[in-house]
């Protein structure tokens, strides 16, 4: 009886968590997404907040012009809006005598059924019906050390001047005309981290340092948490936050980084920069557990695993199809980075790999479109969030 008594309670308690937890919902599914981050998710902020032109080959992949997104073609929140994999993508990347698994998976992904994402500084044609992409190259989460003054804070600052604005041009017929179901319905996507990483050895810390309580990345994973309450303040109850990728694999760090003696991972990857990534994943990790907790009820909080999704590209580089993973398409110096500074993809210098050819990195920092569309199919799978969430689920 006390067993039974027991187990019933135990039932009580899940099922009281199951509903506590639950997804908000919204009655006509539509999606609208509010993108934060760096240049792993800019669609064209960078070029338009300075004015230079971010010339050729960028974009030659699907644009057939440069579009300010650091790479060959889309980037992976663009497959995220507009997924059509079966017929584009997957079939011609993972040939079927290749991993048909993957392929299944990418076919049965749901994308969210949006626009491309316009960049919130871009003045001239931007549509933000949709949604908003704030992400600019170069931000860091919390660094005071970098050149590009688009942090989280301020790029949260600029959401908070948007939504301001809708409401006031709204009863006017204009602007953006989103609602304010729209903005309570959104998901909201944080991808920044990367950058902090950058700067904090740049700044000649030891990895000790970096890693360390109180350390920059300890400050770059308070201030991603900082900004989910300050959006959860203005109304925003579904956040999808991603950790950040594998800066250890990248054939900049790797040509530009690497010292004497420097330990090398299996995959051929800087260890100590990919330490860190871990270390700061780790804080974001523990960001989302307490952000769950306490918004269960009110909010949902999902922390998708970009690190896993990208080092698979570096790892098991044979089952899609690349035989130079560390090796960037554009560039100049040839194997094993083709990474040379100052003569970096766009400079008169440098050349680009020939296009079908496979290649994780597009210029040595930034992902190529077939690396992006390989990494949206595992986003849209669910299989690398926690909670294992579908994005799309968000939308319904």
Not at 161 to 167: A, E, G, L, P, Y
Request: some cysteine; charged content about 20%; hydrophobic content about 40%.
């Amino acid at each position: 009886m006390v067993r039974m008594l027991r187990g019933l309670v135990i039932l009580a308690a899940v099922v009281v968590a199951l509903h506590c937890c639950e997804l908000p919902r919204r009655a006509d599914g539509r999606c609208v997404l509010f993108n934060f981050g760096d240049s792993n998710s800019d669609t064209g902020s960078l070029p338009a907040a300075y004015g230079f032109y971010l010339g050729p080959p960028a974009g030659r992949r699907f644009f057939n012009r440069t579009t300010g997104r650091w790479s060959d073609g889309r980037l992976y929140i663009d497959f995220i809006g507009t997924y059509l994999p079966c017929v584009q993508t997957i079939v011609r990347l993972v040939p079927c005598e290749q991993s048909s698994a993957l392929r299944m998976d990418a076919c049965a992904a749901e994308s969210l059924g949006i626009r491309y994402l316009s960049p919130y500084l871009e003045s001239s044609g931007s549509n933000f019906t949709d949604g908003v992409n704030f992400a600019v190259a170069g931000a860091a989460a919390a660094s005071n050390q970098s050149a590009i003054p688009f942090t989280m804070a301020t790029q949260v600052n600029q959401f908070l001047h948007f939504k301001n604005r809708t409401r006031e041009l709204r009863p006017l017929g204009q602007g953006s005309m989103l609602s304010e179901e729209d903005f309570l319905g959104a998901v909201y996507s944080i991808d920044v981290g990367q950058n902090d990483i950058t700067l904090a050895f740049l700044a000649n810390l030891t990895l000790q340092e970096i890693v360390a309580d109180g350390g920059p990345l300890a400050a770059a994973a308070a201030k991603v948490e900082e900004s989910v309450r300050a959006l959860y303040g203005s109304g925003a109850r579904k956040f999808w936050v991603y950790n950040t990728g594998p800066i250890g694999c990248l054939p900049q760090t790797l040509a530009l980084r690497q010292r004497p003696g420097d330990e090398l991972d299996a995959a051929g990857c800087l260890a100590r920069y990919n330490a860190a990534a871990r270390a700061l994943n780790a804080g974001l990790a523990a960001a989302c557990r307490r952000l769950a907790d306490e918004y269960c009820g009110s909010a949902t909080v999902v922390c998708t695993d970009m690190y896993a999704v990208k080092y698979d590209l570096f790892a098991n580089h044979d089952r899609y199809g690349i035989e130079r993973p560390l090796m960037a398409c554009c560039g100049h110096g040839g194997p094993p980075y083709n990474y040379v500074n100052l003569k970096t993809c766009g400079q008169p210098t440098a050349t680009a790999c020939p296009e079908g050819e496979r290649h994780v990195s597009w210029d040595g920092v930034h992902y190529t479109e077939d690396a992006n569309a390989i990494v949206a199919s595992k986003i849209l799978s669910g299989d690398f969030s926690q909670p294992r969430t579908k994005l799309h689920a968000l939308c319904e």
